[in-house]
């Protein structure tokens, strides 16, 4: 008898679909029946597809337009014989949503503890209502999830989905401890989901033989896009949701009583910045899945049919071997003459850039450029102060965000700061710096000689603690590409003390 609480729980989990069963049949004219629990469950999926896709709210109208587009091709006879679609919605979602508003209950015999007990379930809640056009929206709850997640074991590729689900619905009841877990899933699930395209991407090389199965990768990359895209957005929002959530405990008058759960849900955070920053790489990789991969690989099926190609077999024997019309022999092999090729200049190359080279007489400059004159000024010093004290706020956050490390790659901060504040990409300024760091070596910020118009000068006041930041270029060719700017991969490593920063 161990668990039969819960056996029983999940017995009765399906409830309003026997009850839709016993109430409602939808009758064709030509003998065909549907009854209410299939048309419950296709209710069910249409709100947890709406989940998936983002969009998580929907209303009777819409779900009436989903179940009339669904049973549309069974549906036969006069316009008189089709049911009311809105009415069917509406009956469909008070027997997951009572009334009332509360939960669903359904009572049982515990034979384990021996009296009746009450279970209940919410399947659909109120999501939103629109006033003006006086229309309640719903969406999918905790026991409809449930409810989908028993009747199918859902593939790998949308684990990913299902967990950030997960974790909103624990997070919105103030499960912190196992939302920790649920993100490590998350990043389990990022690293499969990695692995998955990469093999995805031999694959098409390997696999690729006709334009029909090139065309079959090519719909299964788009769907790999979308639900990436998807992700993408559900994990914004869950970042936006964390982030509120954290400031609500954090504004709370009595926060000794909450400092657990202000320390959890910190810990959650970073931990989901993280494993962002890791599933954004994967957009990238999605998107070059689905250019340079399947060219090249529409390329080499390309050359191997022309490897594969028997010019005596296909060509010399047709066209003597049978007697062909001149018209017919003609096309037959015109696409084999070559145009007449020669090599002219055009005018139009003057438009082109030009190179343009230094006389003989001088010689390159090898230093780093100074500061202009009007660089000079105390308002641009000043600036270039604060911009270099953000940068390096911004390195104490990711290193904390990684657990106070002292070491980290140019590449990865790059992705933090691309999430946070990605407009500093887009500034010369940013790439100045590293590039200065590295000029330098290393950066001693303990050195009380340093000037006040030194451009590092502010992190020294505002990043107690720091004392050096050394910066080394990586060996190889690895290069960061942003739409801007170009900047070798390079490997930080910074020295605190006590420590200060990055905590």
């Not at 320390?263 to 998107?287: F, M, P, T, W, Y």
């Not at 084999?336 to 090599?343: D, E, H, P, R």
């Not at 700017?485 to 605190?496: E, G, T």
Request: with cysteine.
């Amino acid at each position: 008898m161990d668990g039969f609480h819960e056996r029983m729980h999940r017995l009765l989990l399906m409830a309003p679909l026997y009850a839709l069963q016993r109430r409602r049949k939808l009758s064709f004219a030509d003998g065909s029946e549907v009854t209410g629990m299939e048309l419950g469950m296709v209710s069910l999926l249409y709100f947890f597809e709406l989940m998936l896709g983002g969009t998580r709210k929907g209303s009777v109208r819409e779900l009436a337009a989903h179940l009339q587009d669904k049973l549309a091709p069974f549906a036969v006879g006069d316009a008189k014989d089709k049911p009311d679609y809105e009415k069917l919605a509406r009956e469909i979602i008070t027997a997951f949503r009572p009334a009332t508003g509360r939960r669903s209950q359904e009572e049982f015999f515990n034979l384990e503890t021996g009296r009746s007990e009450t279970a209940q379930y919410s399947y659909i809640k109120a999501y939103s209502a629109d006033i003006d056009s006086n229309e309640q929206f719903y969406a999918l709850d905790e026991h409809g999830l449930e409810l989908i997640f028993i009747t199918k074991e859902f593939f790998s590729e949308y684990q990913l989905s299902i967990n950030q689900l997960i974790l909103r619905k624990q997070l919105e009841r103030g499960q912190f401890a196992l939302a920790l877990r649920q993100v490590e899933e998350m990043r389990l699930d990022v690293e499969t989901i990695r692995q998955n395209i990469v093999n995805l991407k031999g694959e098409m090389h390997r696999n690729i033989v006709s334009d029909d199965t090139l065309e079959r990768y090519r719909k299964l990359v788009e769907d790999i896009n979308n639900r990436l895209k998807g992700e993408e957005a559900e994990f914004k929002e869950l970042k936006n949701f964390v982030r509120e959530t954290k400031a609500r405990i954090r504004e709370n008058g009595d926060l000794s009583a909450n400092r657990m759960a202000y320390e959890n849900i910190s810990e959650v955070e970073a931990r989901l910045d993280l494993v962002h920053g890791k599933h954004s790489q994967l957009l990238l990789l999605g998107i070059e899945l689905g250019t340079t991969a399947l060219k090249e690989a529409q390329d080499a099926l390309f050359f191997t049919s022309l490897d594969s190609f028997n010019f005596e077999q296909e060509i010399t024997s047709r066209f003597f071997g049978s007697p062909l019309p001149i018209g017919a022999a003609r096309q037959l092999i015109n696409p084999f003459f070559q145009l007449q090729q020669a090599t002219v200049w055009s005018p139009l190359s003057i438009f082109q850039p030009q190179r343009l080279e230094k006389q003989a007489g001088e010689r390159p400059e090898l230093s780093f450029p100074d500061l202009a004159e009007d660089e000079e000024k105390p308002e641009i010093i000043r600036a270039i102060q604060q911009l270099n004290g953000r940068i390096c706020q911004l390195l104490a956050g990711f290193l904390a965000a990684g657990g106070g490390g002292r070491e980290a790659l140019l590449g990865d901060f790059c992705a933090y700061v691309e999430q946070h504040e990605g407009e500093l990409l887009a500034t010369k300024q940013f790439f100045m710096f590293w590039i200065l760091l590295h000029r330098k070596g290393t950066l001693l910020l303990a050195d009380k000689e340093m000037s006040e118009k030194s451009p590092y000068y502010l992190m020294r006041s505002e990043l107690s603690g720091l004392e050096d930041i050394h910066v080394s270029e990586l060996p190889g060719r690895d290069v960061l590409e942003y739409p801007l700017f170009k900047i070798s991969n390079m490997q930080i490593r910074v020295n605190y003390k006590n420590a200060v920063f990055g905590r």
